[in-house]
């Protein structure tokens, strides 16, 4: 006897299954306050799950005239930041976005953080999927940190 999966049923999945493909793991992320008016930083770690590489070209917040991934070089023995056209997280990969590397910067902030406040994110990939997270405001030296 073969097994006949319903239609419905069918139906009910394909968006489960379509989001479980989609899906980017995105821990712990925050950002160091700043005076008002300043750009931000946001850091986090991002996971991809999936045996498919994630793609992310862009990033935006309703909070902030506009996001941008940066990445930092040296150069003339100076560290300065580059924005990153693409940043690939490769399949089963963890990219680690910390002080002093890999970041999101949030620009032209359109109001006032304080401590605890959420910076609401969408990170976007090459496919138009978005990776929504809400980065934490914190104190820019955590206590048992080093400050650089
Ligand atoms: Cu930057």
Redesign the pocket.
């Known amino acids: 006897m073969k097994h006949r999966i319903p239609l419905a049923l069918l139906l009910l999945l394909a968006p489960l299954l379509v989001m479980a493909e989609a899906a980017l793991d995105i821990v712990d992320p925050w950002s160091p306050e700043a005076p008002p008016g300043r750009m931000m ?1 946001g850091f986090m770690d991002l996971h991809n799950p999936t045996d498919t590489p994630i793609v992310l070209v862009d990033a935006r917040s309703p909070q902030f005239g506009h996001v941008e991934i ?1 990445t930092m070089i040296m150069e003339d023995g100076v560290m300065r ?1 580059r924005r990153l056209g693409e940043l690939v997280v490769e399949p089963g990969a963890t990219v680690t976005l910390e002080p002093g590397g890999l ?1 999101l ?1 949030f620009i032209e902030p359109l109001e006032q953080f304080s401590l605890g406040d959420a910076i609401a994110v969408e990170l976007i990939d090459d496919q138009g999927r978005l990776f929504p997270l809400q980065a934490e405001v914190r104190p820019r030296h955590r206590p048992g940190m080093r400050q650089h």
């Open positions: 930083a940066h930041m970041h910067m």
